[in-house]
Structure formats: structure tokens, C-alpha cells
């Protein structure tokens, strides 16, 4: 039975969304969390494991300091308290990515707590309260084969991959976020961008969702106005930031309507679906898990000094925002067009286009134009559309040059995107080079003078503007690639 599900404008005048974010970071760490195998993404299955990330009898971790530092590094870009005194411990459960059957974390003493980070939506700031963040080790990476979906369900068979297993990792988990209404899922998604910002400005890890070293597990519930908080469900594992924004307004949609209908929401985990943008259940999280946490007795409390904390506290980078206020002052930007900047997810790639040698009105019409609608049509992050800052400065500096104009650049610009090189390779290959040699474009001016004899004596006449038709001509009999000033001054010059 097709179930008509209700529309978003018409839920959030009559719900209440409550949003919560907890998201796990992969740390850059050349070594695991507690043993020295290496952190390189890739590489053949179960090539990067030894006894210790794998839990084998006899094994001891160690803690790598490398990793204790950067989570206290993200814990105070985010306003967070540093406990003086903490320690891990041991989360038992059973499941095959697991290979000790427990996960070394912190349960009820954490690393960072009670902590905050501010996002900008529709020109307001919004407080996103933090409540912890936590150190932890990943777990391998189950493939599960012979199914149409990728799931456990209807597979035939599934393949562990240890190689993650023991990858320092950070979890960052945000207090409830009530208040923000039918802004919710852009809040939802601008929490993550900045967030991911943060953590990219400390330089402690690529944050690169594709690859999985950030993921997003998105907490959402309904209530009506003046009542208590609905039961919430928890999407796991959202992969990108377009993805976190369409995993929560398709969560409020369908809960909206089990709501509607009479029905309860059954507190459960669930997955998003990229091709479709829905989300359906996962496992039942009705009773708590008894993960039987208790002390890591294999390692030693955490104790960071506060003089190590301090000294740390200066090392911290200018932090996003503030940075995107300066470049705004820079580039001479009103709050609109920064505002579309951000949307668009451009700020760094235009940032890296002008080191790169243009000026920032070069860089954001390629960004926030041409491969901005290309990125918006194929449903991709806007630094995944195939051309890189190099290739955009590259870009603007021949067409500054007077070698290619935009409409050639366009041209050239489908070549670096679809890997034929770079912009000076493809215009040279394809031979799109502007032509404003005056011997090569006389002909071309003879002849569209010849075929537009009432215009050509309008212009002898004086009347100069009429010239607009005959470069018109020039232009397409060369292909676009005539200099269209050379063309016009051609013209006047000839009919005079």
C-alpha cells in the first residue's frame, strides 16, 4: 500500500523537531590508537594488523599520546572543560568487525565535556551545546556480498576487514537541539559543516566523509507544541553533509506521518538511503544494550596536565568562523554573497584559487557559477566536481591573458572535468585558443560584411552600434574563438 506521506511546510507548523548530532572523527595519527600499526587508508584487507588490534591472548595497548593530544585540541576548539583526571574502558559487545568482542572508549568519564560551537543559519548565530567528546578505537569494516543492497539482509556471505580496527577515534556527541523548527535539517547541516571545519583548521584529521573518517550518526524526534520530547530514532552512518540536511526533513516527514495516522515511533536505529533520500529501520533500541562497561584494567588512567593543556590551548588556529569574517573583509564581500559562499560550500576551494594566483572575483564566478550548477545537477559536494584550484586560477589567468574568452573557458573547463589535463593542455590540444591575429580574422570580416550589406552601410552611416550583428556573425563563423574587440575594431576600421 503507497502510504501519501504529508508536506514538510505543512509538518513543522504543527511538530516540534528536536535534533541531536553525534559524530565520529578518524584521527590522522600515523599509528592506531593503542598499537603501532599504520593508519593509511586502503591497502589490501587485514594487511595492517598485528596482535594488539586484534585482541590476540597475551597482547597489551599501549595509549598513543599523539591521539590524547588532538582530542584535547578538539575539545577546546570547542569550548569543552579537559577532565584532569580519566580513563578508558571496556564496551562489550559482540559483533564480527569486533575482533576482542569489546571496544576500548570512555563511558562515564570523558576526555572533553560541557562544551559548545556556534553555526551561522540565515545570518543568526545558533549555540550548538556539546556534551561530550570522547576518545575511542574504530572497529573493522564488514562487507556483506551476493545481495542486491549491500546489507546483512539477502547476502550470501560477508567479508571482515580489520585494517580500521584500532583507528584512533574521536566521538563528538551535541546536547538536544530544540528550538530551531522548520530550520532543523539546515541547522542540522551546518552544524556538521562547521564542525568538520574545526577539525580540518586543527589539522588532526582529512574529515573526508567519503573515505569514512567523519561520520554522522543524526538523532531525531517529534513533539507537539507544549509537550514533552518525542521518542527518538537514531540514522547511522550519514555519509555526507547534503546527506545529513535530507536524512533529518525525511526523518520529521515520516515520523510526521506514522504520527498522523495514530501510530507510535519505535525507538530504533535506521538507515538513509542515498538514491532515495528515505530511511528505513535498522535495529530496535526499545531496551538498553547492557554493554557491561567496566575500567580498562590493561591501561592507565588519563591525567593531562594542566600546563600541557595551556600550552596546547595555544596552539589553536584561527577558528573557522572568525577566519571567514576576514576573508569576507578581504575579498569585499557583502553578508549575502558570503552567506552564498558558505552555502555553496566554497570557501576554502576559493580561498585556495586565489593562493593559487586570480582574484577572488575570478575564483567565485567559476565556483559559485559553472561548477556549482554542475555539482547542484549531479547531487555532489561542490570540491568533488573534478577540478581543483589550481585548474580554476589556471582557468582565469588565460582568459585574463586574452587567450581564452568565457565561452571558450566553458569549453575548456568540460576537458579538465573530464580529466583531458589541464586548462593550457586542453585549450592547446583542442585548439580553442582566442584568435586576435587581424590577418586571420580578415577574411572572416569581409565576409560577414559582404552578407550583411544594410548593416555595413548603417555603420559607414555613423552608427556604430550596429557593429553588435556583424562581430555576432564573425563570432560563430569562427567558432567562438575570435577576439571580439580585435573583431569590432576590424569592423569599424574597414567600414570607415
Not at 130 to 147: A, M, N, P, Q
Not at 206 to 226: A, F, H, I, K, W
Not at 468 to 486: E, F, S, Y
Request: proline fraction near 5%.
Amino acid at each position: 500500500m503507497t502510504v501519501t506521506l504529508p508536506p514538510y511546510d505543512d509538518v513543522v507548523t504543527r511538530y516540534e523537531p528536536v535534533i541531536g548530532l553525534e559524530t565520529h572523527v578518524e584521527l590522522g595519527t600515523n599509528t592506531k590508537m593503542f598499537c603501532g600499526c599504520p593508519t593509511d587508508f586502503g591497502g589490501q584487507p587485514n594487511t595492517r594488523i598485528c596482535p594488539v588490534c586484534l585482541g590476540l591472548p597475551g597482547s597489551l595497548p599501549v595509549a598513543n599520546k599523539a591521539a590524547i593530544e588532538a582530542t584535547i585540541r578538539i575539545g577546546l576548539a570547542l569550548n569543552c572543560t579537559i577532565a584532569t583526571w580519566c580513563r578508558f574502558a571496556r564496551k562489550n559487545y559482540f559483533y564480527p568487525d569486533m575482533p576482542k568482542n569489546y571496544q576500548i572508549s570512555q563511558y562515564d568519564e570523558p576526555l572533553c565535556t560541557d562544551g559548545w560551537l556556534d553555526v551561522e543559519v540565515d545570518g543568526e548565530l545558533v549555540r550548538i551545546g556539546i556534551e561530550r567528546v570522547h576518545l575511542e578505537e574504530d572497529t573493522g569494516k564488514t562487507l556483506h556480498v551476493g545481495g542486491a543492497t549491500g546489507r546483512i539482509h539477502g547476502a550470501t556471505e560477508s567479508l571482515v576487514d580489520y585494517n580500521r580496527a584500532g583507528i584512533p577515534l574521536v566521538e563528538i556527541v551535541t546536547k538536544p537541539i530544540p528550538g530551531t523548527g522548520a530550520l532543523a535539517p539546515i541547522v542540522a547541516r551546518a552544524y556538521v559543516t562547521e564542525l568538520r571545519d574545526v577539525i580540518r583548521s586543527l589539522d588532526v584529521s582529512d574529515v573526508r566523509m567519503e573515505q569514512g573518517s567523519l561520520r554522522c550518526d543524526v538523532n531525531t524526534s517529534l513533539n507537539l507544541p507544549g509537550n514533552d520530547w518525542g521518542t527518538r530514532t537514531e540514522t547511522k552512518n550519514v555519509n555526507s553533509l547534503r546527506s545529513v540536511e535530507r536524512a533529518v526533513r525525511s526523518e520529521i516527514i515520516r515520523q510526521a506521518s506514522v504520527l498522523d495516522a495514530g501510530g507510535r515511533i519505535i525507538q530504533e536505529t535506521r538507515h538513509f538511503h542515498e538514491d532515495t533520500g528515505d530511511t528505513t529501520s535498522g535495529r530496535s533500541k526499545e531496551t538498553a544494550t547492557d554493554y557491561r562497561y567496566f575500567p580498562e584494567p590493561d591501561l592507565v588512567p588519563l591525567a593531562p596536565d594542566a600546563a600541557w593543556v595551556d600550552t596546547l590551548r595555544a596552539t589553536l588556529p584561527e577558528l573557522p568562523r572568525l577566519h571567514r569574517k576576514r576573508l569576507q573583509t578581504e575579498w569585499g564581500l557583502s553578508d549575502l554573497d558570503m552567506q552564498s559562499v558558505v552555502n555553496a560550500g566554497a570557501v576554502e576551494l576559493i580561498e585556495l584559487t586565489i593562493a593559487a594566483g586570480t582574484t577572488p572575483e575570478g575564483a567565485r564566478k567559476w565556483w559559485l557559477g559553472e561548477l556549482a550548477r554542475r555539482a547542484n545537477e549531479a547531487g555532489i559536494e561542490l570540491a568533488a566536481v573534478g577540478a581543483t584550484p589550481a585548474h580554476v586560477a589556471e582557468l582565469q589567468r588565460l582568459v585574463d591573458e586574452g587567450k581564452l574568452n568565457d565561452k571558450l573557458a566553458r569549453t575548456v573547463l568540460e576537458g579538465v572535468i573530464a580529466g583531458e589535463g589541464t586548462p593550457t593542455e586542453i585549450m592547446t590540444a583542442r585548439g580553442l585558443g582566442v584568435v586576435s591575429d587581424t590577418g586571420a580574422l580578415t577574411a572572416a570580416v569581409d565576409e560577414a560584411i559582404a552578407a550583411n550589406p544594410d548593416v555595413a552601410e548603417k555603420i559607414r552611416e555613423g552608427k556604430v552600434a550596429a557593429a553588435g550583428v556583424l562581430v555576432g556573425a564573425v563570432m560563430k563563423a569562427t567558432r567562438g574563438q575570435a577576439d571580439a574587440k580585435t573583431v569590432r575594431d576590424l569592423i569599424i576600421s574597414r567600414l570607415s
